[in-house]
Nanobody, 126 residues
Framework: QVQLVESGGGLVQPGGSLRLSCATS????????IAWFRQAPEKEREGVSC????????NYADSVKGRFTISRDHATNTVNLIMNSLKPEDTGVYYC???????????????????WGQGTPVTVST
């Protein structure tokens, strides 16, 4: 059973930075996709970024390109999301998601994922 545990959320001022981490375990094969989603109050959930295990290809939502970076630490089976230049509209609960289907990086932020973490809240405010 795939398990995902997020950490790193919190309160930050506009322009600040945060690093979210997703500790993963339980994958049965070498191929999987891991994504970060977020959901703001009274808004639909949206894909933020994703990374594919094969070659570490990655993708980003237009709203975070140039500010967020997703990366994988193979030694610790952790996927990190480094968020810079944070804006109030980045506020929300951030979820780590994973799936062992053969997603491609070009649309991995738009796919439905089987496994989800519990979420970690991010608040960008003065």
């Amino acid at each position: 059973q795939v398990q995902l545990v997020e950490s790193g959320g919190g309160l930050v001022q506009p322009g600040g930075s945060l690093r979210l981490s997703c500790a993963t375990s339980g994958f049965t094969g070498d191929y999987h996709a891991i994504a970060w989603f977020r959901q703001a109050p009274e808004k639909e959930r949206e894909g933020v970024s994703c990374i594919i295990s094969s070659g570490d290809s990655r993708n980003y939502a237009d709203s975070v390109k140039g500010r967020f970076t997703i990366s994988r630490d193979h030694a610790t089976n952790t996927v990190n999301l480094i968020m810079n230049s944070l804006k109030p509209e980045d506020t929300g609960v951030y979820y780590c998601a994973a799936d062992e289907s053969r997603f491609y990086y070009t649309d991995c932020i738009d796919r439905e994922y089987k496994y989800w973490g519990q979420g970690t809240p991010v608040t960008v405010s003065t």
